[in-house]
């Protein structure tokens, strides 16, 4: 039997669970969807889908079975719980984990199932409930190479790309770093903010310039060329573009620095990305090329 005409489960309808699952609803093997919430799952049945009276019923009855709870006390109840899938679903089932996971659940999961054939992958998603219901998410997944293949046709519902980052956990490794950048950055908006606002600047104006100026350049991703972070050696093409940016960068910085103690605001992110700045370019000014 092909892949396709095996069932899909989807355990978990939240906010990014729901748009992600109705995108399977037509899946050509089926859809079978659970959630403690029985509400949430009344909208599937209506449109066609099989609606699960527990996990070992998804467990039981799908090849491909995704899970999107809450947080990692619920990803392992769902898993290896008493009723869960390991103890219900056949050797052969992938299960991927989409929950935000700490660093080494995925890898403790992959272990305590292998045993029954079950594999795991770990396959959390950035582009959020708009990404989820336009089927544009990014999927980050940790598995073998095998099981990533078996996943990626039913993935392509909802993920516009599909990312194999490595082995089990390698996903949700990728996913953590992804959103250090974004809250991260979220912090750094607030100290932005704070600095237009004290210097009288109109702050939905900036947000507009922001969002216009991010869409054309690609914001902090367009930086991320390179397969390492060490140093960019001569000769390749991106050390004289990236020495171009640390120059400008760190006047920018020191400028903002300037400007924010005039005005008697404190810049604790301005202060070290000027120290910073340079190594993240890989273009550190102390390193000795060879």
């Known amino acids: 039997m092909s892949d396709d005409a095996c069932a899909v489960g989807f355990i978990g309808l939240g906010n990014i ?3 992600m699952a109705q995108r399977l609803v037509e899946w050509p093997g089926g859809l079978w969807v659970h959630d403690v919430v029985e509400a949430t799952t009344r909208p599937f049945g209506d449109a066609g889908a099989h609606v699960a009276a527990d996990v070992a019923d998804v467990a039981s009855r799908c090849g491909v079975i995704s899970v999107m709870v809450r947080d990692d006390a619920q990803v392992h109840d769902v898993i290896v719980g008493d009723g869960g899938i390991a103890a219900h679903a056949a050797p052969g089932t992938i299960v991927a984990i989409h929950s935000t996971i700490a660093p080494d659940t995925a890898g ?4 305590a199932v292998a045993a029954s054939g079950i594999e795991i992958v770990d396959a959390p998603v ?6 989820a ?7 980050m997944v940790g598995g073998s190479h095998d099981a990533v293949q078996r996943c990626r046709p039913v993935f392509g519902h909802w993920a ?6 490595g082995p089990v956990g390698a996903g949700t490794r990728a996913k953590l770093a992804r959103n250090l950048l974004h809250f991260v950055s979220f912090a750094a908006v607030g100290e932005a903010m704070r600095l237009a606002e004290a210097g009288g600047v109109d ?4 947000g507009e310039v922001v969002r216009h100026s991010d869409a054309v350049t690609g914001g902090p991703g367009a930086i991320m060329l390179r ?9 390749d093409g991106l050390r004289p573009i990236f020495e171009h940016t640390r120059t400008l960068g760190e006047k920018d910085l020191r400028h903002a620095l300037a400007l924010g103690a005039g005005l008697g605001v404190e810049l604790p992110l301005a202060e070290l990305a000027v120290g910073q700045v340079a190594a993240a370019l890989g273009v550190p000014h102390d390193e000795e090329y060879s």
Do not use: C, K
Not at 126 to 131: L, Q, Y
Not at 227 to 235: E, R, S
């Open 108 to 111: 403790g999961l992959a272990a």
């Open 227 to 235: 397969d390492t972070t060490a140093a960019i050696p001569p000769g």
């Open 17 to 19: 669970g729901r748009p």
């Open 203 to 206: 702050l939905v104006a900036l």
């Open 126 to 131: 950035s582009g959020g409930a708009m990404g």
């Open 160 to 165: 516009s790309l599909v990312a194999h980052m």
């Open 133 to 139: 219901a336009g089927g544009n998410l990014a999927a």
